[in-house]
Structure formats: structure tokens, C-alpha cells
């Protein structure tokens, strides 16, 4: 059984870091993409990044390209998303996702989310 889970969320200010892990179980992480999107309430959800299985190619969507960098550690399974210069409308759930279907497009499984709040 596959299962992706999200850490990492939390309240931050404007201008502020954080970093979101996702954790691969029943899956080989290092065959597959793998990717975080975000959704906000009644809007669609959105690609944000993504890695290929080697972590040689990686993916970003225009609104958080420079400020975000995704990175894996096969080792641990273990998919990053160090978010810095962080804005109000990057408030979001942030899921990861694998195996990316292609670059920029989900695949089958989904974690479960983890809410990201920039505010003042």
C-alpha cells in the first residue's frame, strides 16, 4: 500500500521559510517524480514543483520559481520543499503527489496535505 505524508506546515511571516517533507512508504521513491501541488479553497489545484527519481531534472511552477527549491534523499524516501521569501498568497494545503504522470501533471497517489498560513 502506498502512502505519502506531508510535515512541515505551519504559520510564518511574510518574508519567512519553511520546509515541507514528504515521506514515500510502499513505493520505491527513487523509480518515480515525485511532486508538490497546493490548492486554496475553491480554487483548483496547482503544481508548485517537481523532481525526477534520480532528483537530476527538476520543475517549478512560475509563481514560486527563485524562492522555492525541491530535493529528495532516496535514502530516507524522503521528498523536500524549502519554501523561502514566503507571500500571503502562498497560503495553501500543500500536497505531495507520485508518480508524476509527466512534469507538471499528478499522478495516482496523494498525501494527505499540510496547511501553509503566511500572515502577519
Known amino acids: 500500500q502506498v502512502q505519502l505524508v506531508e510535515s512541515g506546515g505551519g504559520l510564518v511571516r511574510p518574508g519567512g521559510s519553511l520546509r515541507l517533507s514528504c515521506l514515500a512508504s510502499?513505493?520505491?521513491?527513487?523509480?518515480?517524480?515525485v511532486g508538490w501541488f497546493r490548492q486554496v479553497p475553491g480554487m483548483q489545484r496547482e503544481f508548485v514543483a517537481g523532481?525526477?527519481?534520480?532528483?537530476?531534472?527538476?520543475y517549478y511552477g512560475d509563481s514560486v520559481k527563485g524562492r522555492f527549491t525541491i530535493s529528495r534523499d532516496n535514502a530516507k524516501n524522503t521528498v523536500y520543499l524549502q519554501m523561502n521569501s514566503l507571500k500571503p498568497e502562498d497560503t495553501a494545503v500543500y500536497y505531495c503527489?507520485?508518480?508524476?504522470?509527466?512534469?507538471?501533471?499528478?499522478?495516482?497517489?496523494w498525501g494527505q496535505g499540510t496547511q501553509v498560513t503566511v500572515s502577519s
Open positions: 503527489n507520485a508518480p508524476l504522470a509527466s512534469a507538471y501533471v499528478s499522478g495516482q497517489y
Open positions: 523532481i525526477s527519481g534520480g532528483g537530476g531534472n527538476r
Open positions: 510502499g513505493l520505491t521513491s527513487s523509480r518515480y517524480a
